[in-house]
T-cell receptor, first 113, second 116 residues
C-alpha cells in the first residue's frame, strides 16, 4: 500500500543554517506529493506541492523536488529563520486513492537565534 | 484564507465514556475527513465523508466510531466508548468540490483527546 517515510526528529538548527528534511514514499499509482507545516497551536497548512515527476514545489524559501527515480521529496531551505520553527509533514495523495492523504510522522524543527 | 474550525482544543475523558469531537468545515467544501495522530506516530486516515455518507474508512474506524453532519455546517466524530489507545490528536479536514489527487486538504488545528 501507499506510505510515506519521513526523517526522524526533532531537528534543532541555528538561524541561517541549511535545512534538509528527508521524505521517501511508496505508491501504487501516480501520486501528488505535499509538504504540510503545523505552527504551534494551529492546524496543518499546505507549504508546497508537486504533482508529477521532476516538478519542484516552492514557497517561503522552501523547496522540494519530486524524484521518481529515488521515490523522494526532500524538503530544503537555504537559510532558516526562528519563525520556521514548526512541525513539518510529508504527504502523498495517489490517483488510485484520491480521497486519502498518507502522511509521515512529522519532523519537529526548532530554530534558535 | 478560510479556516476549518475544531472544538474543543483539548478533551479529557474517562475510559468507557462517549466523546464527540466537533468540526466546522469550510462552507463551500463538500468532502470531509477525520485523521488522527497518536503521539510520535504517523498521521492516520480515519474516514472520509461525502454527500451525507461515508465514502471511505480505515481499519481504525470500527463500530466504536461514527460521523455525522447533523445540521449542514457541523461535522462530528463520535467515539462511543473510549479506550486508552484512543488518546491522540484528532484532525478534521475538508476539500473543495473537485476530487483530484493534487487538490489540497484544509485542516483544522486539532483536538487533543486524552483518555484516562
Amino acid at each position: 500500500g501507499d506510505s510515506v517515510t519521513q526523517m526522524e526528529g526533532p531537528v534543532t538548527l541555528s538561524e541561517e543554517a541549511f535545512l534538509t528534511i528527508n521524505c521517501t514514499y511508496t505508491a501504487t499509482g501516480y501520486p501528488s506529493l505535499f509538504w504540510y507545516v503545523q505552527y504551534p497551536g494551529e492546524g496543518l497548512q499546505l507549504l508546497l506541492k508537486a504533482t508529477k515527476a521532476d516538478d519542484k514545489g516552492s514557497n517561503k524559501g522552501f523547496e522540494a523536488t519530486y524524484r521518481k527515480e529515488t521515490t523522494s521529496f526532500h524538503l530544503e531551505k537555504g537559510s532558516v529563520q526562528v519563525s520556521d520553527s514548526a512541525v513539518y509533514f510529508c504527504a502523498l495523495s495517489d490517483t488510485n486513492t484520491g480521497n486519502q492523504f498518507y502522511f509521515g510522522t512529522g519532523t519537529s524543527l526548532t530554530v534558535i537565534p | 484564507e478560510p479556516e476549518v474550525t475544531q472544538t474543543p482544543s483539548h478533551q479529557v475523558t474517562q475510559m468507557g465514556q462517549e466523546v464527540i469531537l466537533r468540526c466546522v468545515p469550510i462552507s463551500n467544501h463538500l468532502y470531509f475527513y477525520w485523521y488522527r495522530q497518536i503521539l510520535g506516530q504517523k498521521v492516520e486516515f480515519l474516514v472520509s465523508f461525502y454527500n451525507n455518507e461515508i465514502s471511505e474508512k480505515s481499519e481504525i474506524f470500527d463500530d466504536q466510531f461514527s460521523v455525522e453532519r447533523p445540521d449542514g455546517s457541523n461535522f462530528t466524530l463520535k467515539i462511543r466508548s473510549t479506550k486508552l489507545e484512543d488518546s491522540a490528536m484528532y484532525f478534521c479536514a475538508s476539500r473543495p468540490q473537485t476530487v483530484q489527487s493534487n487538490e489540497k486538504l484544509f485542516f483544522g488545528s486539532g483536538t487533543q483527546l486524552s483518555v484516562l
